[in-house]
């Protein structure tokens, strides 16, 4: 699916690096990646472990997945050696998550030297948006 792409982001996709337990977590599984288009369509699987008492998905939980479909679509352009550190998030939730799948649908909307300006969102089972958010990050080397 990612060629000869090489960074940690394809790595961890391509099993060449352990995938971060937060994505583990979350049930994080890539669907696809337009790396010319800098975005990303990624999947989560919600469980009960992650509902409120009212019981949908606590908002922490849906704010997290959102940072982890945003991030990724910054991490899937950055040459070998880079990161993206969240500066800012900023997330407004639009309907209840009920528990099981959902996808995230993100994309760089601007990428400087230093700096990226993120957004995405996440669809429920039946297609409707359930969140909304942005985020901006700072464009860092490892190590």
């Known amino acids: 699916m990612t060629g000869e792409r090489r960074n940690g982001f394809w790595d961890a996709v391509d099993g060449r690096a352990p995938m971060p337990t937060?994505?583990?977590?979350?049930?994080?599984?890539?669907?696809?990646?337009?790396?010319e288009r800098a975005e990303?369509?990624?999947?989560?699987?919600?469980?009960?472990?992650?509902l409120n008492p009212a019981g949908t998905v606590q908002g922490g939980?849906?704010?997290?997945?959102?940072d982890d479909t945003m991030g990724?679509?910054?991490?899937?352009i950055l040459d070998p050696g880079m990161y993206g550190a969240t500066l800012e998030l900023k997330v407004s939730f639009l309907r209840p998550a009920e528990?099981?799948?959902l996808v995230g649908r993100g994309r760089v909307v601007h990428r400087g030297s230093s700096i990226a300006f993120l957004s995405g969102e996440l669809l429920d089972a039946s297609g409707q948006v359930v969140a909304v958010g942005s985020?901006?990050?700072r464009i860092l080397r490892a190590g």
């Open 22 to 35: 937060a994505a583990k977590t979350l049930g994080w599984s890539l669907i696809q990646a337009d790396p």
């Open 40 to 50: 990303i369509e990624v999947s989560f699987e919600a469980t009960e472990d992650f």
């Open 61 to 66: 939980f849906l704010t997290a997945m959102l």
């Open 72 to 76: 990724p679509a910054l991490a899937a």
């Open 99 to 101: 528990p099981g799948r």
């Open 135 to 137: 985020a901006t990050a």
